[in-house]
């Protein structure tokens, strides 16, 4: 895992390498070309050794390429094999070299082949690639602004940013797509390349993956488990091959707890706020799994004076909030995780959006019967009225603030929703596409901040095209999403009495930092989001003053 950075000089801060060093710590190295008009370019990367633990050149070059990676491609030796048939020689043990040589054998093609998620960019003959992985894992940034052009894996490398407010991701309290809060800069989307030429300045973007149409092929539980079992084994095990040592972040829950039935992690880490002991204790339920399962189950017990010293950090990290309570936790993990020797972790992040975790499509999917009913009795024109459409309803839902953006929802989720598919399916695609987004953004830089990997077996683009092969009757039953995720954990442990089989709400993994900041005890994001913005920008206008391994520890308010 590592963080790129590259562009125009006079787009990138002059301190670019020690900004990105706690992605990739091991090594830090840049190029510098001339473009088509004769201006510098810089190809730069930080580097977390993972595969082929050795120090390697970097930037990497080869067949008249230059590569900045970031990521992890799990099947890279079997298109390796594929390339070295066409006589390609390789002079390293890596995935970074695979991408490479895949990119200059099959030109954008070569995504198609790769099973991982990464960001990179490539530059040949002053032309630049840049791609990011299908659902958008990886962060990749480019800036764009009259003849200055740069990309990074975080946007704090660029040299001029400026606040530039969104309106649909304040309403939503989080940022997708191609939208950041800053000026000039942009996200490259989930399953998205961009082809630059320095010569004309041209920008090309092409969406190279999208969420799978509904199939609906399997409709009985064991033809689904038949399918998703020993797929989701694999999923598990190529992510668990590295050549440092791995481990579990492990919640009370059926997704991580899967994993665990798969890989049998000697090793897992949980947080347990004291504040939670009587409303939310996933502790309880980890300590039963780690009996029966006889491995070690390491709890983390964050406190509020922790959370006030490591405040500052977290928003440097961050950058722009991502609409989540889970921010802290997250990186209280990874500390933990990396403190201890681990450099990589797996994740169950992806099960609820791909399987209809959330408890919000569990009220929606509920009522669906009772809404039919209505909809086919004698005052079925009063009843569309009332209810509207699926979409209608889950916009309402979604809402942040009232009926007054709804036409808003309607118009951004409508390029998603299939009206012909089910609503248990269409639920997941707006989820997986829009609503994961900012969780996928937390979990990379808070993991990335203290240079550890995590990968997520549910997030296996397998997976992701099995889920939208499921009848509703088999991925939403018994009146609770992850059905076919819950029967594949039955099967795997060979017993149901556990506690982790029979509890019925799972809360994800809030943290008490609104009763810590504001002495509230709800999770209403609002205020916590505000708070964080500030905090945010204030870290991003004195970056000029980090440096390698000295986060600003000024105060912040308590």
């Given at each position: 895992m590592c963080g790129i950075f590259g562009g125009h000089t006079d787009a990138l801060a002059p301190n670019a390498e020690p900004l990105l060093c706690h992605r990739g710590p091991d090594q830090q190295s840049h190029l510098t070309f001339k473009d088509r008009k004769g201006r510098d370019f810089t190809m730069g990367m930080t580097r977390l050794n993972i595969v082929d633990h050795r120090d390697m050149v970097i930037p990497f070059q080869a067949a008249g390429h230059t590569i900045v990676f970031n990521g992890e491609v799990y099947n890279w030796r079997a298109i390796r094999g594929e390339l070295e048939a066409k006589g390609v020689k390789f002079t390293t043990e890596t995935d970074t070299e695979m991408v490479l040589h895949a990119y200059a054998q099959w030109g954008p093609a070569c995504l198609q082949k790769f099973n991982g998620m990464f960001g990179f960019a490539i530059w040949n003959d002053g032309k630049v690639f840049l791609a990011r992985d299908r659902v958008g894992k990886k962060p990749v940034f480019y800036f764009s602004s009259g003849e200055k052009f740069g990309f990074a894996s975080e946007a704090k490398v660029f040299r001029d940013i400026e606040l530039n407010e969104i309106d649909v991701c304040e309403r939503l309290e989080f940022y997708f797509d191609e939208h950041t809060p800053f000026k000039n800069v942009y996200s490259l989307k989930p399953g998205e390349y961009l082809?630059?030429?320095?010569?004309?300045?041209?920008?090309?973007?092409?969406?190279?993956?999208t969420f799978p149409t509904y199939v609906g092929d399997i409709e009985g539980m064991d033809a689904a488990l038949k399918e998703f079992i020993p797929l989701f084994e694999d999923a598990c095990k190529i992510r668990k091959i590295a050549d440092v040592p791995v481990t579990l972040f492990l919640s009370g829950g059926i997704d991580s707890s899967l994993i665990q039935a798969v890989l049998k992690m000697p090793v897992t880490y949980t947080v347990q706020f004291p504040e939670f002991k009587d409303t939310i204790n996933e502790e309880q339920y980890v300590a039963e799994?780690?009996?029966?399962?006889?491995?070690?189950?390491?709890?983390?017990?964050?406190?509020?004076?922790?959370?006030?010293?490591?405040?500052?950090?977290?928003?440097?990290?961050l950058e722009y909030p991502a609409g989540s309570f889970s921010v802290f936790p997250l990186f209280c993990l990874a500390k933990r995780a990396r403190a201890d020797g681990f450099r990589v972790a797996l994740s169950g992040e992806g099960a609820d959006e791909m399987f209809n975790g959330y408890y919000r499509n569990e009220l929606l999917l509920n009522e669906d019967a009772m809404v039919e009913k209505h909809l086919r009795g004698e005052y079925a024109h009063l009843a569309s009225r009332y209810f509207g459409t699926t979409m209608d309803r889950f916009c309402r839902m979604a809402s942040r603030n009232g009926l007054g953006d709804i036409p808003m929802l309607a118009a951004l989720f409508s390029r998603i929703w299939d009206a012909k598919a089910p609503f248990a399916h269409n639920l997941s695609a707006v989820e997986a596409t829009i609503f994961m987004q900012p969780l996928l953004q937390m979990a990379d830089r808070m993991s990335m901040a203290n240079g550890l990997e995590v990968r997520n077996p549910f997030l296996d683009y397998r997976i992701v095209e099995l889920s939208a092969r499921l009848a509703p009757a088999v991925r939403y039953a018994g009146g609770h999403g992850k059905a076919v995720l819950r029967e594949a954990l039955k099967r795997l442990l060979g017993r149901t009495d556990l506690g982790i089989l029979k509890r019925e709400t799972k809360h994800g993994l809030p943290s008490p930092v609104n009763n810590w900041m504001l002495k509230r005890n709800t999770f209403d994001r609002k205020d916590w989001n505000q708070l964080l913005l500030g905090e945010c920008i204030r870290q991003m206008s004195s970056r000029e003053t980090w440096t390698k391994g000295e986060p600003d520890r000024r105060k912040s308010p308590a």
């Open positions: 082809e630059f030429d320095t010569g004309t300045g041209a920008i090309k973007k092409t969406r190279w993956w799994f780690a009996k029966e399962g006889k491995f070690e189950a390491r709890v983390l017990r964050p406190t509020r004076e922790e959370f006030f010293d490591t405040f500052p950090l977290l928003a440097r990290h």
